[in-house]
């Protein structure tokens, strides 16, 4: 059994030194942040590291890019509905004036998107607005904040969670 463990370790060992850098290169392809393309692919390679099927040094490349494949796909998949709710509840739209149900509708929808993120836990609100309002990756939160890039991420999780349940309700 030890053996099989060994070997499992270098077979993922050389599948990170061989497979990161065209892994990389295939997710940066997909993805416009550089930094969400390697949190990308230091996924793929957790993801392989936890298979609990066994995987053989033939079959790992095409199992390490069907692994990139299904995260760039997930990731584009959120952030397409992530611009699409924002595009809807955050920027103003032009109206017609014979539309003034639909103006009231989409302001109201922007007073309790506001009001949501401003009742956060003071540190994930820091955290929502400059991730949300201002664009800004978790790693640079973290150094802006003096933080870990995890607890970064923890609190944009849980931000997300808190304004998606509760804009659910009127949405």
Do not use: W
């Amino acid at each position: 059994m030890k053996g099989k463990m060994a070997d499992f370790s270098c077979l993922l060992a050389d599948s990170y030194r061989m497979l990161r850098e065209p892994v990389l290169l295939y997710v940066c392809s997909k993805v416009e942040s550089r930094e969400d393309a390697e949190d990308l692919v230091q996924e793929v390679f957790l993801r392989l590291c936890g298979m609990k099927v066994r995987v053989c040094a033939e079959t790992v490349r095409n199992l390490v890019f069907t692994i990139a494949r299904n995260l760039v796909t997930d990731y584009l998949r959120r952030l397409y509905m992530k611009r699409e709710a924002v595009s809807y509840v955050c920027e103003s739209q032009p109206v017609s004036v014979h539309d003034v149900e639909s103006r009231i509708v989409a302001e109201e929808l922007r007073r309790l998107f506001r009001h949501k993120v401003s009742v956060l836990p003071a540190r994930r609100r820091e955290v929502y607005v400059l991730n949300h309002f201002q664009g800004k990756g978790s790693a640079e939160i973290a150094r802006q904040l003096n933080l870990s890039k995890r607890t970064v991420e923890s609190h944009l999780l849980l931000g997300r969670g808190e304004v998606r349940a509760y804009m659910k309700q009127f949405v």
